[in-house]
């Protein structure tokens, strides 16, 4: 029966080949378009749920009004990070300092790899809620260690465990390797965070950062933060809108009026 069915429609399919061609072409690429609607729908619903808690992940901005012209950026002073946790710390479960994405050299039996990452406070890992395969989310307690993604793991030591070894840093300081965490999907923020290293040793290889006479007039890292689960964000972010004002010099006030907010990262 079925293969008089396909005999049947075969013949009609051969006597009008130029029409069965267009609807068959059209047909195909309607699917093929929808597909890729539905794929491309599914990954923007996507973004950024890797993180368990992606609705309470912030990023603090800073915004500046010039004269009646307000700017926004994401640079922040080092000492945000601190007052944030000192004066609303039951507003905020992590409040996190970062560098700005950089390009590091990791050093394994003299062979040098580049890879791309952050220095983060070490609770980074816990907001961020890193898949680990090995090691812990712990892992930046010391200075000297260092988070890798799955892929750079592999790239560096092969099939080796690579779990407290140890590479040697931009030429200069040992670093041991203490976690190995899931590749971070494409369709999130945090993406290229191929590697984690600790705010703490950013600190170190910056001294300056702590040796300023206005730390609240330099903005050279990134605030992250995560919402405490009992607070509402609006609210939080209109509680933190004066804190840089309140601690820059009175010069800096005449020029322009600073204000703090928290956006979704």
């Given at each position: 029966m079925l293969k008089n069915y396909f005999r049947v429609a075969w013949r009609n399919l051969s006597k009008n080949k130029a029409f069965s061609a267009i609807n068959i072409g059209g047909l195909t690429i309607g699917m093929a378009v929808a597909m890729l609607i539905g794929l491309w729908v599914?990954?923007?619903?996507?973004?950024?749920?890797?993180?368990?808690?992606?609705?309470?992940?912030?990023?603090?901005?800073?915004?500046?009004?010039?004269?009646?012209?307000?700017?926004?950026?994401?640079?922040?002073?080092?000492?945000?990070?601190?007052?944030?946790?000192?004066?609303?710390?039951?507003?905020?479960?992590?409040?996190?300092?970062?560098?700005?994405?950089?390009?590091?050299?990791?050093?394994?039996?003299?062979?040098?790899?580049?890879?791309?990452?952050?220095?983060?406070?070490?609770?980074?890992?816990?907001?961020?809620?890193?898949?680990?395969?090995?090691?812990s989310r712990d892992g930046l307690n010391d200075p000297?260690?260092?988070?890798?993604?799955?892929?750079?793991?592999?790239?560096?030591?092969?099939?080796?465990?690579?779990?407290?070894?140890?590479?040697?840093?931009?030429?200069?300081?040992?670093?041991?390797?203490?976690?190995?965490?899931?590749?971070?999907?494409?369709?999130?923020?945090?993406?290229?965070?191929k590697g984690l290293l600790s705010w703490d040793l950013w600190v170190i290889h910056n001294p300056w950062s702590k040796a300023m006479e206005e730390p609240w007039g330099s903005n050279f890292c990134q605030t992250f933060a995560q919402v405490a689960d009992n607070a509402d964000i609006d609210k939080v972010s209109a509680k933190i809108a004066n804190l840089k004002m309140d601690n820059i010099g009175e010069e800096e006030k005449k020029i322009r009026v600073e204000s703090v907010s928290a956006s979704h990262e």
């Open positions: 599914n990954d923007e619903f996507a973004f950024n749920k890797y993180h368990n808690n992606y609705d309470r992940i912030v990023q603090v901005m800073q915004h500046a009004n010039y004269n009646g012209s307000i700017g926004t950026q994401t640079a922040n002073p080092a000492v945000l990070g601190p007052a944030l946790k000192e004066k609303y710390g039951s507003d905020f479960k992590y409040v996190i300092q970062s560098s700005w994405p950089t390009s590091f050299q990791l050093t394994h039996d003299r062979n040098p790899f580049r890879v791309q990452g952050l220095y983060m406070d070490k609770e980074a890992p816990e907001m961020l809620t890193l898949k680990m395969i090995a090691g000297y260690s260092i988070l890798l993604s799955e892929s750079v793991a592999k790239s560096i030591f092969g099939n080796e465990n690579p779990i407290n070894k140890v590479v040697k840093l931009n030429r200069k300081d040992d670093v041991k390797v203490t976690g190995v965490y899931d590749d971070i999907p494409a369709n999130c923020s945090f993406a290229d965070l």
